[in-house]
């Protein structure tokens, strides 16, 4: 198994088959060039940038680096604004704006708009080497306006009914994101009350399935997760809770601290921050609003929940914050993102030269 | 890695460090000897026997085979007889008898007792090489008795922190079930409202936390699975989904049929047939009562859903069945228990002698 010289390399023309996942809100461009002058591949998690914050992001990112990287979209149904969800959604969160912040519940409006094609022009205008989809893929058009620049496409899938689908409709590789994953979960297809899936279970069903390259995502923290993902058969894995405590990343100390102190046994799948599944470490807010299913349609509970959130990290306080992180955060370390994926890559040649 | 003589073998005198899971209700006295005769460790799912029932399966057992074999028990509070709770279950499940049964709903009683000095004196005498304890330990009397006697004793962890109140306690080894894992979970410590953990994320951190040797169960079915649960530190396996479709499997018909066509993003985690979370196949029951969270405690549950479960396989319907099964029983295939576990330890071997 020569790991250097797979499919998923050569691709994506990187030197590892590491993606560094593309948190929005927790990566910088300064994690992107690093991961990707690592070896890596870079992923800047665009989902709620606008065109010019997306086109100075590309400038910083070559300007420092030649290797090619990844911009991430979220693709979801435009929100119904329900009057009534808004309302009620409104004054549960009301006695948490109290107390932890001066201001006043915001409205009940959209945060930011499904990728679209005014996104689609400026990236195909940016060109770089992959863009990745969460959430499922964009209107047909747009994908293959994407692929005749020849950018290559990922996106998520979380069973393999969303997996086939994607190889159906033009995906270049499709990312097999399991239960453990921290943030967003990518499902897009109904589950029919079946829980999401988890690593061991979703990859090689996955890998049997589809002839396009996998991905591995969710609770991959070093070299044991890269070597087994690689074993179930993926040709390559994305990690993004190994690097939310490295210094180029955006997350506050609150967040660190929590991700520092948590055992990994302690994250749960909450919609009360967005209105769709994400995992963050259990936290007072994620406890109360446990069982609160008429949230406003995602990305509404955005709008409504970030004052909230960082006024809770301000003062210190992890108990309004969105904390996401995946199942496996008790083996998150503070190293640098370069250090992250020189010691993965090492650890992952050390699996794989003693197996046999 | 030589995985035939790793710590797991050595401890339990086994050939190969594979689990054939001991799933109450489906493994057979047959199924054991098939998996014993195979170089794998056979387990008697023996947590609602009498003690007669015990005596006769250990000779068949012993009549078929020298190598050693595991017997597992449940080890649960006694349940609360809560007549409120009994009576809203009663009447929850009233139509459902109606429609499936002439019987009428069962009193809300427990359906056996948990793991106590009796069985552990007929174990005692017994003397199985190995026992398995499933939903923590029983009383440290009854551990330093069975240790006494020379048995192994192993039990499920879904947590670092329950996997090291094990060791401080006297296991021999932890079986580290993750969330992908077909029929009840062994979780025995307050999560706190926290997700139960995937594969990935618990068995390395686990591996790190524990002295013991650890053995993975959850979504394994075939040699990568096996092969990434020692690449991520297990010394080996325990597999239960892989056997449920076997002809030593004492399931009915119907359930190994819903087992052939599920994908294995079809289960989820229902409370509703026994009182704790248990991994099915969704159907009509799970999907109707996902939601209620007032049943009577464990096992009373089993008291009143067991008719109705029999009824429905009877006339041939899954919508009311307990179908215990993993998040890979996609794989799932109809072979004997001997040649699944032959042909796993094949697997297992190309591909670790493939890695390096």
């Known amino acids: 198994m020569d790991w250097r010289n797979n499919r998923l390399c050569e691709l994506l023309g990187i030197e590892h088959p590491i993606i560094q996942a593309p948190m929005a809100g927790a990566t910088s461009q300064e994690m992107v060039v690093a991961a990707c002058n690592a070896g890596a591949l870079g992923s800047l998690g665009s989902a709620e940038y606008t065109s010019e914050k997306l086109e100075a992001e590309f400038a910083y990112i070559r300007a420092n680096t030649n290797a090619p990287f990844n911009a991430n979209f979220f693709t979801h149904d435009e929100p119904d604004i329900d009057a009534e969800k808004g309302a009620a959604a409104r004054k549960r969160l009301a006695p948490w704006y109290d107390e932890y912040s001066f201001e006043k519940v915001p409205e009940a409006i959209p945060s930011s708009r499904s990728f679209n094609k005014e996104i689609c022009d400026c990236i195909c205008a940016l060109k770089p080497a992959v863009v990745s989809f969460h959430f499922g893929l964009p209107d047909a058009e747009l994908v293959a306006q ?51 899936t988890g690593m061991f279970a979703l990859v090689p069903r996955i890998v049997d ?11 991959i923290m070093d070299g044991r997760g890269v070597a087994a993902a690689l074993v179930l058969g993926a040709s390559g894995v994305q990690m ?86 995946g199942q496996a955060v008790g083996l998150n370390q503070t190293k640098s993102t370069a250090e992250i994926i020189e010691d993965v890559v090492a650890q992952t040649k050390g699996i794989l030269g003693n197996m046999g």
């Open 146 to 196: 994407i692929k005749a620049e020849g950018i290559k496409i990922l996106c998520s899938a979380t069973s393999v009914q969303e997996a086939v689908w994607l190889e159906q409709n033009g995906v270049d590789a499709i990312i097999a994101q399991g239960f453990e994953a921290g943030g967003h979960s990518g499902w897009f297809m109904d589950r029919n009350g079946a829980d999401l």
């Open 209 to 219: 399935a589809v002839s396009v390259p996998v991905i591995a995502a969710g609770g």
């Open 240 to 325: 993004g809770t190994a690097f939310i405590s490295a210094p180029e990343s955006l997350v506050s100390d609150v967040h660190k601290n929590a991700a520092s102190n948590a055992s990994g046994d302690d994250t749960v799948h909450s919609t009360a921050f967005s209105g769709r599944k994400a995992r963050t470490i259990v936290n007072r807010y994620a406890l109360e609003f446990a069982d609160v299913k008429d949230w406003p349609d995602f990305p509404i509970g955005n709008t409504l929940s970030k004052p909230l959130r960082k006024a809770s990290s301000d003062v210190g306080s992890p108990d309004a914050m969105a904390l996401w992180a």
